[in-house]
């Protein structure tokens, strides 16, 4: 199983960007899909996930109303819509997937909880 994250790159405060998903190995239909982040000098944290077999969507609070997160099964990706970027938005993006079981909603919120990951892609806002 391999996951490749893309899209990342240097956007103004106030722009967007589009990160993508892709996967080998893997359907993410049968699989929870979340997007991580990590800025240097912090842990790694939640930023949004997809449940599996679901519409259902999660996101951390700093970036509800802003971040979207969905899921393409004809194509196999899942995408983060980015809008309304800050600088604290700069860090190294991660996609995961869960793998094979269901979690249950508070585990969507967690690392521990993805037994895929793609190797990162980094998003720099800054003017």
């Known amino acids: 199983v391999q996951l490749q994250a893309s899209g990342g790159g240097l956007v103004q405060p106030g722009g967007s960007l589009r990160l993508s998903c892709s996967a080998s190995?893997?359907?993410?239909?049968?699989?929870?899909v979340a997007w991580f982040r990590q800025a240097p000098g912090k842990e790694r944290e939640f930023v949004a996930a997809v449940r599996k077999g679901s519409l259902s969507t999660y996101y951390t609070n700093s970036v509800k109303g802003r971040f979207t997160i969905s899921r393409d099964n004809a194509n196999n990706r899942v995408y983060l819509q980015m809008n309304s970027l800050t600088p604290e938005d700069t860090a190294v993006y991660y996609c995961a997937a869960t793998g094979m079981g269901n979690p249950i909603t508070s585990s969507y919120y967690r690392a521990a909880t993805y037994s895929y990951w793609g190797q990162g892609t980094q998003v720099t806002v800054s003017s």
């Open positions: 190995g893997l359907t993410f239909s049968n699989n929870g």
